[in-house]
């Protein structure tokens, strides 16, 4: 009995031994298979790479892609080729292959569209225009160390309010350094957060009324015209809201002048002759019965 033990298990260790073998046999030629694999990819890759070099050039009488080139109609019969090399830098996202591309216009288009797709700001330090390249990045901002970035005061205080304004942060509105954007930047945060305790911290009388005018139109909400200081402000206010609520009593609201205007509006969005006959002007009263029928 225990020489039969013996022998099994002496059968078992060779016949692990010889799996063993096998299986370090087989590993190592399916890691030789793919090496071969690897270097066949590294190829195909530099295939595609170059295939852009052996693309054919357009004949000079190619004058409808020759214009759309403008100044730089020399490099018209190149079209195919750097059609091919802008592609390919931006299907493999890859910088490098920007700087292949002969044509500076063309060039610049793929650093800046490398920009957005990868999120990479400092890639506008390869363009000539770095200030536009960081604009059009901060058309959806990231982060405001972008904005910081922009060397030209304008496009740098747009850069910071679209930024406040994505991402609903007041307090980054006073970064702003120029005093309009600035408070236009406000105004879009308090309108998008309907926030009227944020328009009435609005120094200026002006942007203030302009808040609650914006507010006001969002909210559909009469009351916040009261609010507004400036009358012609106001009255254009309200007959905004009436048009839009189809309400003809918040014309009476109107103290000035408008009033006529306003009745004028609804009357026509509600198609509603009657409402002709609140109108004092005559002229204009006949022009609104005359537009309704």
Excluded: H
């Excluded at 399916?30 to 270097?39: G, R």
């Excluded at 609005?202 to 009469?222: G, H, M, Q, W, Y």
């Amino acid at each position: 009995m225990g020489k039969k033990i013996i022998i099994l298990l002496i059968v078992l260790l060779i016949a692990a031994i010889i799996f063993g073998i096998y299986f370090f046999w087989i590993s190592k030629k399916l890691e030789k298979e793919i090496e071969k694999l690897n270097e066949k990819l590294v190829e195909k890759e530099k295939m595609i790479e170059n295939i852009c070099e052996y693309l054919p050039r357009l004949p000079p009488e190619s004058e409808p892609v020759r214009e759309s080139f403008g100044k730089e109609k020399e490099f018209a019969p190149l079209f195919p080729k750097l059609i091919c090399e802008y592609s390919l830098a931006l299907n493999k996202r890859e910088v490098s292959l920007c700087e292949k591309i002969e044509v500076p216009d063309i060039k610049e288009s793929c650093y800046k569209d490398l920009t957005i797709i990868l999120q990479d700001p400092s890639i506008c330090e390869k363009v000539e225009d770095k200030d536009e390249c960081y604009f059009e990045f901060i058309q959806k901002p990231k982060g405001l160390s972008t904005c910081e970035k922009i060397e030209d005061e304008e496009i740098r205080n747009e850069c910071i309010s679209n930024y406040a304004v994505e991402n609903k942060e007041l307090n980054t509105c006073k970064k702003i350094s120029e005093e309009l954007i600035k408070n236009r930047c406000v105004i879009e945060i308090a309108t998008i957060l309907k926030d009227e305790k944020i328009c009435r911290e609005i120094e200026k009388e002006e942007l203030r009324n302009a808040c609650f005018d914006s507010l006001a139109e969002v909210t559909e909400n009469p009351n916040l015209c009261e609010i507004i200081t400036n009358e012609t402000t106001q009255d254009l206010c309200f007959t905004k809201l009436a048009s839009i609520k189809k309400d003809a009593s918040l014309c009476e609201r109107i103290k000035g002048v408008r009033k006529d205007s306003c009745y004028f509006r609804v009357a026509s969005r509600l198609k509603d002759p009657n409402l002709c006959k609140k109108i004092s002007d005559l002229t204009l009263r006949k022009r609104c019965e005359e537009e309704i029928k």
